[in-house]
């Protein structure tokens, strides 16, 4: 991520990653909200190859949560990845 000085102290982005996060830090707790404009996965038959693209094109984020029971309480499938051998 590169960023150069902008205005009033603070900070441009200029250069970056695929994940965009913005939080806002409210007196409630953080807002936050994300786009991955270049999918979450490099399988092209995979549903998250591309989902998020069209989103991005129209500077659009979704929101996002840390309260690990919303995740857990939303989520499609839960899992616990196994590493593979790489050789």
Do not use: W
């Amino acid at each position: 991520m590169r960023s150069t000085p902008h205005k009033d102290g603070k900070v441009k982005g200029e250069q970056g990653e695929s994940y965009i996060e913005l939080v806002k830090f409210t007196t409630q707790g953080p807002e936050i909200e994300s786009v991955n404009c270049y999918g979450a996965s490099n399988k092209p038959e995979s549903e998250h190859y591309a989902d998020q693209a069209e989103m991005f094109l129209q500077q659009k984020t979704k929101p996002m949560t840390l309260d690990k029971n919303k995740v857990y309480a939303e989520a499609k499938r839960v899992y616990h990845p196994v590493v593979q051998d790489l050789k």
